[in-house]
Nanobody
Framework: QLQLVESGGGLVQPGGSLRLSCVASGTIYASDHMGWFGQAPGKEREFVAALTWRNNKKIYTDSAQGRFIISRDAAANTLYLQINNLKPEDTAVYYC?????????????????????WGQGTQVNVTS
């Protein structure tokens, strides 16, 4: 079983930036996908971005395009989410997750229900 630990959240003023990290303990297989989800207060967990571990294909939700950047360091088993020009509506708990596949799948899923293992989340608060 993969253990995922997020970090990097905090209290930030609008316009600031954060880099969230997700360190995985265990094996991430080439056929796996990894993603970031955000859960704002009182709302459901929503897809932000994901990538394929094998060839680093990335997808984003429309609202994340341009300000959010997902990346990985395969050697360090670490997934990142860079968030620029933070806005108050970005306030949420951000979770990383892994979607296990027994064979390669071209495009990551946007559905939280498809992801098999989750971290505990890291809180991002954007306020002046």
């Amino acid at each position: 079983q993969l253990q995922l630990v997020e970090s990097g959240g905090g209290l930030v003023q609008p316009g600031g930036s954060l880099r969230l990290s997700c360190v995985a303990s265990g094996t991430i297989y080439a056929s796996d996908h990894m993603g970031w989800f955000g859960q704002a207060p009182g709302k459901e967990r929503e897809f932000v971005a994901a990538l394929t571990w094998r060839n680093n294909k990335k997808i984003y939700t429309d609202s994340a395009q341009g300000r959010f950047i997902i990346s990985r360091d395969a050697a360090a088993n670490t997934l990142y989410l860079q968030i620029n020009n933070l806005k108050p509506e970005d306030t949420a708990v951000y979770y990383c997750a892994v979607d296990r596949h027994s064979r390669p799948v071209v495009t990551p899923s946007r559905s939280p229900g498809e992801y098999d293992e989750w971290g505990q989340g890291t809180q991002v608060n954007v306020t002046s």
